[in-house]
């Protein structure tokens, strides 16, 4: 017996599918049935077995498929792995356009792509079927644990406990922290140029700029300048290891398994910044970043409720809304972990686009920059208010249509918790993946004019707020929407007109500027080759 299953691993290409025949061969019945047929050879045996499997594969994705577009065969358990390990915009492009709803099996994921606006919407909004997945992997880097995999109304009380960093008011106690980032990298940037005497591909310089905007914002000065570049620098392998389906489990020095050492890295650095908030908070230190929001609130429900349980006066003590439990410092961690993990990739995308777009564009750039000088008085080392990124309509109009234009999440995988019925003649069996898109309804000439132009007066002057407004899904809709919408937004304009105040670059483009790279988000496949000099 020993043997069979020997020869049929080591005769298998594929792991998985070696796995499967051992699992079936130490099934007591099926080794009756083996041991009976002594005169037939072990090769013939392994050989039957896998016949059969293939099969069962093949029979079971066509099951599934029913009557949506998809492949006629799927490549044996695999499915088109190889292609999803380096998956491509045009092989996305022509899978939207193949059908409003269409399929795939890789591995033992079924994947439906939903692919119109109005199918899109139909899964952001229906959480009694789908809860988000994020991609297969981000259980392994998040924990299992995280507050993004609740769903239903724990979902729903966890996300309240976060609203409040995310007022206006919080929002506006972040912008000094931003500004100051911004400061010490837009010199950076200068050096860059100096140094190298010619263009530099800027993307990786635009991430680390994102991921210590984000870490002064969400960790405040908790995070020490090393940590955050080290941060920046091992985040890459966190991006890298997020594929829309992996290799189902994590296997030594592969990119799952950097991606999760990286992940940990990040989560120990921000349980370090928990404790130390804990302690500020505690002493009755100001808010400076979300982290000190979040462990406020925490702080003061404590408070509220142990006056309670004494039976001491309440007066003058506002209850805390919502009130909340106590969270350690590696929950508070895990937390803080999903704004980064939510925010890197999208942010640092529509950053390097923006930069590229604006040095193509001197007639946006120009108006961003007066109307960036116009709200600060003439004055452009003013420190920014809320008021400000309120007045800056254009500027703020500019960033909407950059997100239209090159959406940074192209697909949001979602899960099926129970049998789907997405269309009268078509269910979405239970365990498979179902991924709404928000590229082509961004690019429905119905709605938008023109729809493959960047024209940010259609937010200024035209109507595509309103007439837009179901199509506009860059950051979903439904229970799940982007928590960090209104941050991020104002969070671009702010860097777009800082920038166009105080630097002028140069983009030099190659043949492959316009086309895009997917990994994760969507970058220019040159990585944007810029020359920045410090403007007089
Ligand atoms: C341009 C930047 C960004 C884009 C394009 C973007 C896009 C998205 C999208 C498409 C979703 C899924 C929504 C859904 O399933 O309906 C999402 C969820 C989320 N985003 Fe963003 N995002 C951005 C920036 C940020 C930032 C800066 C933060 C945090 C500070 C953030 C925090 C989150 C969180 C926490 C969720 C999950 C919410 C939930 O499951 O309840 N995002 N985002
Ligand atoms: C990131 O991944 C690469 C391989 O893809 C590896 O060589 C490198 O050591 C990883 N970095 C960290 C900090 O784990």
């Given amino acids: 017996m020993a043997s069979i299953i020997s020869t049929t691993n080591a005769s298998s290409a594929v792991p998985l599918a070696g796995a499967k025949v051992v699992q079936i061969v130490g099934h007591p019945q099926i080794d009756n049935f083996l041991t009976s047929l002594t005169q037939v050879s072990g090769w013939t045996i392994a050989f039957t077995i896998l016949a059969l499997l293939v099969a069962y594969d093949q029979f079971s994705y066509l099951r599934q498929k029913g009557s949506i577009v998809g492949p006629a065969f799927k490549i044996p358990f695999i499915g088109p792995f190889l292609e999803s390990v380096n998956p491509k915009f045009e ?26 606006r109005d199918m899109s919407r139909k899964v952001f909004n229906s959480p009694m079927y789908v809860k988000p997945c994020v991609v297969d992997v981000a259980h392994k880097l998040l924990g299992p644990t995280n507050w993004v995999f609740l769903d239903g109304k ?25 500004e100051e980032v911004y400061n010490t990298y837009f010199e950076r940037f200068l050096r860059i140029s100096k140094e190298a005497n010619g263009p530099v591909p800027f993307m990786s310089e ?30 890459y392998n966190i991006t890298a290891a997020l594929e829309l389906v992996n290799f189902p489990i994590i296997i030594p020095y592969t990119k799952t398994w950097y991606g999760k050492k990286a992940s940990e890295m990040v989560l120990e650095e921000f349980a370090k910044c928990a404790a130390k908030s804990k302690v500020r908070m505690a002493a009755g230190g100001e808010i400076s970043c979300i982290m000190d929001g979040w462990v406020k609130s925490i702080l003061d429900s404590a408070n509220y409720r142990e006056r309670q349980e004494k039976g001491l006066s309440l007066e003058g003590i506002e209850k805390p809304q919502p009130m909340l439990r106590s969270f350690t410092d590696y929950e508070i961690s895990q937390t803080i972990f999903t704004f980064l993990f939510a925010s890197q990739d999208a942010t640092s995308s529509a950053c390097t686009w923006l930069f590229q777009i604006m040095a193509q564009r001197p007639d946006v750039l120009d108006k961003v920059r007066e109307e960036n000088l116009r709200v600060r008085g003439g004055d452009k080392n003013k420190a920014i208010t809320m008021e400000m990124i309120d007045e800056m309509v254009y500027t703020r109009g500019a960033v909407k249509e950059l997100l239209r234009y090159r959406p940074p999440v192209l697909m949001v995988p979602y899960l099926v918790k129970k049998p789907f019925p997405i269309t009268p003649t078509y269910t979405v069996p239970k365990g498979a ?67 166009a105040m105080e630097l002028d670059w140069v983009h030099h483009p190659t043949p492959v500027s316009e086309e895009i790279k997917v990994f994760a988000t969507i970058f220019p496949k040159d990585d944007c080759p810029l020359v920045f000099t410090k403007r007089p």
């Fill in 206 to 235: 635009f991430r680390e700029v994102m991921c210590a905007v984000s870490c002064r914002t969400f960790v405040g000065h908790y995070i020490s300048d090393e940590a955050i570049k080290k941060i920046a620098d091992d985040y």
């Fill in 91 to 116: 092989e996305y492009q022509g899978k939207w356009a193949s059908g409003e709803l269409s399929c795939v099996s890789v591995f033992h994921k079924f994947v439906v792509i939903a692919s119109t």
């Fill in 154 to 178: 724990a979902h729903v009380d966890f996300r309240k406990g976060l609203n409040g960093l995310f007022t206006r008011k919080a929002l506006e106690s972040y912008l000094p922290g931003q």
């Fill in 433 to 499: 993946m179902v991924i709404p898109t928000t590229y082509p309804s961004l690019r429905d000439p119905e709605v938008y004019e023109n729809p493959d132009v960047y024209d940010p007066d259609r937010y200024v002057t035209g109507d595509a707020e309103v007439k837009g407004a179901k199509n506009f899904l860059v950051f979903g809709t439904g229970p799940h929407y982007c928590l960090g919408q209104i941050y991020a937004q104002n969070n671009l304009a702010l860097m777009v007109g800082k920038a």
